[in-house]
């Protein structure tokens, strides 16, 4: 039996990790009297004779989902191990003091799909429990999301090695050796266009656009014609990523 790994965070962000790695997927989020819980078979009970390893194996799986989950829902915020564990019998292990989390509105919802005829239909599964599939199999996925799993938000630095990530695993060929070519493949993903990735790289890179919080102090030249904010680069990453592992898990 997999042991429990009780989360703490946000009630908003752990009823969407619920939502989004449902039974009988792998991992599973959900929630009985002590809170809520994330199991996994990677997480067996015989690791509570060992709370260094259980803890280390925990942390990077829920960092791995917090990953996945950003990706899923923009209003997500990664949440934490509350450093409780609880067996198959029930007992708790390594207990620490939770914190108190903040309110917020929930704003994830699970899509609702009708037919033609206006019939409700099944809706598609979750992706994100395919998204932590594909991270076991491939090493830029598993890179990409244990980024994207950071418990602060996310900074020029990160979203820029999101796209580097996406940018030289387009083809399945061996990555070009110029960037522009990968560059270039990229763009003829249709995933993004010229203009939007000339606007990120530039708003990421040059102290012009993005002033101490971008990626370099004294990049020549007077800065992109057109720029984005932070909060416009995340989005842009977000769907460039969410594209990219549609495509890979096809």
């Not at 997999?2 to 599973?28: N, Q, T, W």
């Not at 977000?238 to 096809?250: G, I, K, N, Q």
């Amino acid at each position: 039996m997999p042991i429990k790994a009780l989360l703490r965070g946000d009630s908003i962000d752990l009823s969407i990790l619920a939502e989004l790695y449902p039974e009988p997927s792998d991992p599973v989020v959900t929630a009985d009297r002590s809170g809520y819980y994330l199991t996994s078979p990677t997480l067996p009970d015989s690791l509570v004779n060992d709370a260094g390893e259980m803890l280390a194996r925990a942390r990077e799986l829920l960092r791995t989902i917090n990953g996945a989950a950003r990706i899923v829902s923009t209003s997500y915020r990664p949440v934490e191990l509350s450093g409780a564990f609880r067996d198959s019998v029930d007992r708790q292990h390594v207990v620490v003091e939770a914190e108190t989390a903040h309110a917020r509105a929930h704003v994830f919802a699970a899509a609702v799909v009708t037919s033609a005829d206006g019939q409700l239909v099944q809706a598609p599964a979750p992706p994100a429990p395919k998204y932590i599939q594909l991270a076991g199999q491939y090493p830029d996925v598993a890179d990409a999301l244990t980024i994207l799993g950071k418990p602060a938000p996310l900074d020029w630095f990160d979203l820029y090695k999101l796209y580097e990530i996406v940018r030289d695993n387009v083809d399945p060929s061996p990555p070009d050796q110029s960037r522009k070519g990968n560059q270039k493949k990229l763009i003829d993903t249709g995933w993004v266009t010229k203009a939007d990735l000339g606007a990120f790289t530039g708003s990421a890179n040059h102290q012009l656009a993005s002033g101490n919080a971008a990626r370099h102090a004294r990049e020549p030249g007077s800065g992109p014609t057109r720029t984005m904010s932070l909060d416009e680069g995340t989005q842009f990453t977000r769907d460039l990523v969410s594209r990219w592992l549609s495509c890979r898990a096809t």
